[in-house]
T-cell receptor, first 114, second 115 residues
């Protein structure tokens, strides 16, 4: 069975600082990997996805993520955080060849200090 | 393009009652998935519908059911509500190319509170 681990429940960074959110997955084959962001009272917004090819993927809002097969990781990064980035971030995995039936991590809550 | 819409946005029900939630996918999307989000269990997959047929189902009791109409709109129903059913129910719509789903776009959710 596939699973996703986000080891950091809560991260606090200062505005303008760099950010890295960790995600580790467990899946036998090459998975489809996603990062979503959820603001309070809102649904999930897709930040970026990895299907195959270049292991460094660019997303919206200046986010990027790197797929590392050897470490079973798909960490999300942003070089300079803005106050509006404060939200909850979810990593998700879909079975190989599909984005249906996503399995989500437990989420990382990001607080941005002024 | 309009996004995924879900109605109602908020709902309060009593234990034992039943509830129906509605989801209208993005125009042209024919696959609709439902997820339950709770503080304790996180985000969990309920089921997926495509072409009016349930294609995948998560590990939820039979009290949770759904359907999809010919215009791709979907409803999910929860019967005999329990306190533990209080959650944010999210609908996601997708295209299905070659039989597979490549991206899911989520609606704002319906917040269900069971008292």
């Amino acid at each position: 069975a596939q699973s996703v681990t986000q080891p950091d429940i809560h991260i606090t960074v200062s505005e303008g600082a760099s950010l890295e959110l960790r995600c580790n997955y467990s899946y036998g084959a090459t998975p489809y990997l996603f990062w979503y962001v959820q603001s309070p009272g809102q649904g999930l917004q897709l930040l970026l996805k990895y299907f195959s090819g270049d292991t460094l993927v660019q997303g919206i809002k200046g986010f990027e993520a790197e797929f590392k097969r050897s470490q079973s990781s798909f960490n999300l990064r942003k070089p300079s955080v803005h106050w509006s980035d404060a939200a909850e971030y979810f990593c998700a995995v879909g079975p190989s060849g599909s984005a249906r039936q996503l399995t989500f991590g437990s989420g990382t809550q990001l607080t941005v200090l002024p | 393009k309009a996004g995924v819409t879900q109605t109602p946005r908020y709902l309060i029900k009593t234990r034992g009652q039943q509830v129906t939630l509605s989801c209208s996918p993005i125009s042209g999307h024919r696959s609709v998935s439902w997820y339950q989000q709770t503080p304790g269990q996180g985000l969990q997959f309920l089921f997926e519908y495509f072409s009016e047929t349930q294609r995948n189902k998560g590990n939820f009791p039979g009290r949770f059911s759904g359907r999809q109409f010919s215009n791709s709109r979907s409803e999910m129903n929860v019967s005999t509500l329990e306190l533990g059913d209080s959650a944010l129910y999210l609908c996601a719509s997708s295209t299905r190319t070659g039989g597979e789903v490549y991206e899911q776009y989520f609606g704002p959710g319906t917040r269900l509170t069971v008292t």
